[in-house]
């Protein structure tokens, strides 16, 4: 009994042969595995889901840029239709735009004057840019003086002149002019006859630069620089000479520009204006 059950180790092994008895694995099956959705991108880049707007809300987004693009047409004109308006009251607003880089002052000649005081208007405009560069130069030879030793205090003369000088012209004689013209008033013709006589006669002295204060140093005129060559100091005497040039154009051009500007005034009735305008004034400072 005991032989039966042991086992000969001379035997051969028995092997699971699947092909000895098909019968008995022919119900034996494998487990099935899940399916696995079709994948083309390998799992190398994440599923991008791009939307497309329909054709209904691309028209309706057209439709709303076009109704917006309406209302600011309707608003622009609006604003223009307004600016007309207060231009014929003859209130103008006065939006800085020069010069162009920084803007401190309001000067737009092509849209706001009348052509035909174009170029009057252009030449007198170049007398204020010239009156600047006349007395930044006259900064420059003045400080060549006293640096050759002719003293501080013409120095701070020149400084003084410029200072008061470009801002005073401006505010005194040319935007007097640009007014005048745009708005056509005798009144405002007036003053700038005024200030830009005085402006003429400053020219004149500047060129002439008589030896009243500091030997007429502070300006560089013609005597001034005579008197600087005579003392031997070339370079500055040519830095005087150049000025009394510049101060020489100055006054030209502007008794031009004055010439110029009374023949319009006069040519315009409104000499006539002006006179009867401050009779009127006279009469009622008499009455009260």
């Excluded at 917006?68 to 006065?94: C, N, Q, T, Y």
């Excluded at 005579?230 to 031009?256: P, Q, T």
């Amino acid at each position: 009994m005991a032989g039966n059950r042991d086992r000969n180790p001379f035997d051969e092994e028995e092997v699971d042969n699947p092909f000895s008895n098909p019968t008995h694995y022919s119900h034996s099956t494998l487990p099935a595995l899940a399916p696995e959705p079709a994948s083309y991108n390998y799992d190398r880049n994440p599923a991008i889901d791009i939307t497309l707007d329909k054709a209904t809300n691309l028209k309706q987004k057209e439709r709303e840029l076009q109704d917006k693009e309406a209302e600011i047409r309707r608003r622009e004109e609006v604003v223009k239709r307004k600016e007309e308006a207060l231009a014929r009251a003859g209130v103008f607003l006065d939006v800085k735009n020069w010069p162009p880089v920084f803007p401190i002052i309001h000067h737009d000649i092509a849209n706001e004057i009348p052509n035909y005081l174009h170029r009057m208007q252009y030449v007198a405009f170049s007398t204020l840019l010239g009156l600047v560069l006349c007395l930044f130069w006259n900064v420059i030879a003045v400080s060549t003086a006293s640096i050759k030793g002719q003293g501080i205090y013409i120095w701070f003369l020149a400084v003084i002149y410029f200072m008061l000088g470009v801002p005073g012209a401006y505010i005194l004689w040319y935007r007097p002019l640009y007014r005048a013209c745009r708005k056509d008033s005798a009144f405002k013709f007036g003053w700038f006859f005024m200030f830009y006589m005085i402006h003429i006669c400053f020219c004149i002295y500047a060129a002439v630069a008589p030896p009243i204060i500091y030997q007429g140093l502070s300006m560089p005129g013609i005597l001034s620089a005579m008197y600087l060559m005579n003392k031997h100091d070339a370079l500055v005497g040519i830095f005087y000479f150049i000025g009394f040039g510049l101060f020489c154009g100055e006054a030209l051009l502007s008794i031009w520009v004055l010439q110029k500007v009374y023949r319009y005034f006069r040519g315009t009735g409104k000499a006539a204006e002006a006179k009867l305008s401050a009779a009127r004034g006279t009469a009622m400072a008499a009455m009260t």
